[in-house]
């Protein structure tokens, strides 16, 4: 019976002791669950770039056709290989074919003038020609159906290639040709008339240059002849000298300091 009461103590005393410890303990605190937004990232487009192409790009040159030139005949074959004779400015040379020398007028084009005349920007044409046809390795003609073989002037009407580029194609280019005298449907018109319209909104040279070496006022300077030399051709001057003898066309012109024919 004592055990019993002992049990009984040691069982109502944990009882307590259990109830007391649950009585302490904390509740138990529930975390909120924040819902973090979800951000979506812009899709940044990138601008496409537009990358300008050069008028070279836009209106590519004529192309010589994958051909065997050698034998060919001008008259007959509508190319030749020819020689260069001599070079009389930015639109006209003189070629050998079949042996003789033919000036030949460039089809298509016109240049400023400096045999008629002189323009502005006249020998700066003539020079380009010439130092591309002097210094060529090869002077391919090229014949149009569609134009005269000859002008009013008897010249040979051609396209004319250099080292495999039309010349044509490269003065207007330069701003050193107008496209002109287009008397028929010439396969190169398209070509020649679109650079042409490009060309001229660059307002280079003939569209809207001076030319340096052309004197624009007309006025006339007084040199000795000793200068002569080192005035630009199509300049006006006035030169005073003893005339010491003539020769044909040529008067021989001398003053204090030198003679000159």
């Given at each position: 019976?004592?055990?019993?009461?002992?049990?009984?103590?040691?069982?109502?005393?944990?009882?307590?002791?259990?109830?007391e410890?649950?009585?302490?303990?904390?509740?138990?605190?529930?975390?909120p669950?924040?819902?973090?937004?979800?951000?979506?990232?812009?899709?940044?487009?990138?601008?496409?770039?537009?990358?300008?192409?050069?008028?070279?790009?836009?209106?590519?040159?004529?192309?010589?056709?994958?051909?065997?030139?050698?034998d060919?005949?001008?008259?007959?074959?509508?190319?030749?290989?020819?020689?260069?004779?001599?070079?009389?400015?930015?639109?006209?040379?003189?070629?050998?074919?079949?042996?003789?020398?033919q000036?030949?007028?460039?089809?298509?084009?016109?240049?400023?003038?400096?045999?008629?005349?002189?323009?502005?920007?006249?020998?700066?044409?003539?020079?380009?020609?010439?130092?591309?046809?002097?210094?060529?390795?090869?002077?391919?003609?090229?014949?149009?159906?569609?134009?005269?073989?000859?002008?009013?002037?008897?010249?040979?009407?051609?396209?004319?290639?250099?080292?495999?580029?039309?010349?044509?194609?490269?003065?207007?280019?330069?701003?050193?040709?107008?496209?002109?005298?287009?008397?028929?449907?010439?396969?190169?018109?398209?070509?020649?008339?679109?650079?042409?319209?490009?060309?001229?909104?660059e307002?280079?040279k003939?569209?809207?240059?001076?030319?340096?070496?052309?004197?624009?006022?007309?006025?006339?300077?007084?040199?000795?002849?000793?200068?002569?030399?080192?005035?630009?051709?199509?300049?006006?001057?006035?030169?005073?000298?003893?005339?010491?003898?003539?020769?044909?066309?040529?008067?021989?012109?001398?003053?204090?300091?030198?003679?000159?024919?």
């Amino acid at each position: 019976e004592e055990d019993m009461k002992k049990l009984l103590l040691v069982l109502i005393t944990l009882f307590l002791v259990a109830c007391e410890t649950e009585q302490t303990k904390e509740p138990a605190v529930e975390t909120p669950v924040v819902e973090t937004p979800v951000t979506e990232t812009p899709v940044v487009e990138t601008p496409v770039t537009e990358v300008e192409l050069t008028i070279e790009e836009r209106i590519p040159m004529p192309v010589l056709p994958d051909m065997d030139f050698t034998d060919l005949d001008f008259f007959d074959d509508g190319y030749q290989i020819v020689e260069l004779v001599s070079c009389t400015d930015g639109d006209t040379a003189v070629f050998k074919i079949n042996g003789m020398s033919q000036p030949t007028r460039f089809l298509a084009i016109d240049t400023p003038e400096t045999s008629n005349g002189v323009d502005p920007w006249g020998f700066a044409a003539k020079d380009y020609t010439c130092n591309a046809l002097q210094n060529a390795e090869q002077i391919i003609l090229e014949n149009d159906d569609e134009s005269d073989v000859w002008d009013n002037y008897d010249r040979l009407l051609a396209f004319i290639w250099v080292d495999g580029e039309m010349l044509q194609y490269k003065l207007v280019r330069e701003s050193l040709a107008w496209v002109k005298y287009l008397y028929g449907d010439y396969k190169h018109n398209p070509t020649l008339i679109g650079l042409e319209v490009l060309v001229q909104k660059e307002k280079l040279k003939l569209w809207g240059q001076d030319d340096p070496d052309f004197n624009y006022s007309n006025e006339l300077k007084e040199i000795n002849l000793g200068e002569l030399p080192d005035v630009n051709t199509g300049n006006d001057v006035i030169v005073t000298g003893i005339i010491t003898g003539v020769v044909g066309n040529n008067a021989f012109i001398q003053d204090d300091l030198v003679q000159y024919t």
